[in-house]
T-cell receptor, first 115, second 113 residues
Framework: GAGVSQSPSNKVTEKGKDVELRCDPI?????LYWYRQRLGQGLEFLIY????????KSGLPSDRFSAERTGESVSTLTIQRTQQEDSAVYLC?????????????FGPGTRLTVL | AQSVTQPDIHITVSEGASLELRCNYS??????LFWYVQSPGQGLQLLLK??????LVQGIKGFEAEFKRSQSSFNLRKPSVHWSDAAEYFC???????????FGKGTSLLVTP
């Protein structure tokens, strides 16, 4: 079956512009996660959605970052007024249910470059 | 708080040689431990995981890992490396009551002929 998909695969933007990154989770997966992977670093947790519950936004680095998810479908990560330090690969993952014991399936990521 | 350390940034092995990638974690309770592989242009793929029970876990692609509580380690091993194993490997830890994973910085594996 189809895996997690993300779009665009690459995004180049100018400092100060807003960007939207999209994630399509695996159908039937109730949990969705966003991570950020900076060059030479491990993945940093950003935000987590579980069904219709309030998302866990504890990993968002600033109020310029926000994310939405409608039900158990597509999620959009928005970065406003982008800065050069926002350059990274943004990875989305989904799992059947919440909980660390459920395998997270990752998308290929969106590489964001802020000039 | 949980944390993961992968001491080796880069490792080079010859094809057919054995491999061990190191992972040390910090967590107060029994952790959930994972190894993921990331090939160029690909998403992360789960190789194996440890939750409880037998401390030697088998994964896909011939990989195995051993949980050693006394050393706070979860090292990944493979007896004979193939050129296709060249990739970035990430160790991750999760809380048994949580959902987000804490990842190490990764180890880049290069396989030489």
């Amino acid at each position: 079956g189809a895996g997690v998909s993300q779009s665009p695969s690459n995004k180049v933007t100018e400092k100060g512009k807003d960007v939207e990154l999209r994630c399509d989770p695996i159908s039937g997966h109730t949990a969705l996660y966003w991570y950020r992977q900076r060059l030479g670093q491990g993945l940093e947790f950003l935000i987590y959605f579980q069904g219709n519950s309030a998302p866990d936004k504890s990993g968002l680095p600033s109020d310029r970052f926000s994310a939405e998810r409608t039900g158990e479908s597509v999620s959009t990560l928005t970065i406003q007024r982008t800065q050069q330090e926002d350059s990274a690969v943004y990875l989305c993952a989904s799992s059947f249910e919440a909980g660390t014991y459920n395998e997270q399936f990752f998308g290929p990521g969106t590489r964001l470059t802020v000039l | 708080a949980q944390s993961v350390t992968q001491p080796d940034i880069h490792i080079t092995v010859s094809e057919g040689a054995s491999l061990e990638l190191r992972c040390n974690y910090s967590y107060g309770a029994t952790p959930y431990l994972f190894w993921y592989v990331q090939s160029p242009g690909q998403g992360l793929q789960l190789l194996l995981k440890y939750f409880s029970g037998d401390t030697l876990v088998q994964g896909i692609k011939g990989f195995e890992a051993e949980f050693k509580r006394s050393q706070s380690s979860f090292n990944l091993r493979k007896p004979s490396v193939h050129w296709s194993d060249a990739a970035e490997y990430f160790c991750a830890v999760g809380a048994n009551s949580g959902y987000a994973l804490n990842f190490g910085k990764g180890t880049s594996l290069l396989v030489t002929p």
